[in-house]
């Protein structure tokens, strides 16, 4: 059997050992896998080891800095880095999506090669894979957990590429990493965060991206989000979201006429998101939020709820 003590003190060890003095260069991504991995090499080796937290502005609302904060209380050496607008240039005008993927993973890596360019003398590269990233390794698309490989298909090898890799999580499965995080004292409302795609937000938004249709969303993200958490459902739920359709519809507000967008929720339970069940929210749960929604978030005038499952539909909707 499994025991998360004994494994937090042999993984220290080996790190130091491999390690040694030799700096490491990891990027955080507010997930549960990274966050353990850069607790673990913190233990081994300190300030030896740079974080990157990457604000593609595309994640929740106030993520970022709720993040970054929460790291920096944990006494991670972490930078954080608003990229927000290389992100949104990449995307203007692009529709498809699997090109906004593959724009997304590009200006990632540009930014974290560009960061690490400032670092001297790093010799590693951390990465949160956990051993169904390694299994899965071949399909390039990447799981909930992607690290960087999975975008590493464009162009030549960027220089941090070439770092050597350094993954303390590479033997276990998730609910192994929860119970290492725990053992670790992670906050356990960082470890039990439903998981979110690294294209964020973008491949919510049907269509193409702008910022205030992501603003949009990520009000829209956060009430039902919040209203999970306040309802005892968060935990009850695998992944939840939001997703804002490029379609208007008419609707009266007072005496007057609407024409805005429609916005649809999603939750699922799933063990491991490669089938999923949506969730039987209460019906007054999901009056409630279509409520909060239509009166608080300016431009969206009507709420449907998803129920489709997977297969046939996917998780997300792009
Ligand atoms: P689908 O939509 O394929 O999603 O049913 C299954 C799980 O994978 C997540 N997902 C992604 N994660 N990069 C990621 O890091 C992606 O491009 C991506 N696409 C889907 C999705 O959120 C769900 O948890």
Redesign the pocket.
Known sequence: TFTPNAFVEEVIADMKAKIGDDKVVLGLSGGVDSTVAAVILNKAIGSNLYCIFVNNGLLRKNEFQNVLDQYKGMGLNVKGVDASQRFYDALEGLDDPEAK?KAIGRVFIEVFDDEAHLLTDVKWLGQGTIYPDVIESVSA????S?TIKSHHNVGGLPDFMKLQVVEPLRMLFKDEVRRVGATLGIDPELLGRH?????GLA?RILGDITPEKVAILQEVDAVFINGLKEHGLYDKVW?AGAILLPVNSVGVMGDERTYEKVVALRAVESTD?MT?DWVHLPYEFLMKISNEIINNVRGVNRVVYDISS?PPA???WE
């Not at 698309?141 to 909930?144: F, L, V």
């Not at 998981?195 to 294209?199: E, L, Q, R, T, V």
């Open positions: 993927r698309t990447g799981g909930p992607a998981p979110f795609p690294g294209p491949i992944q998101g999923a997977k996917t998780i997300e």
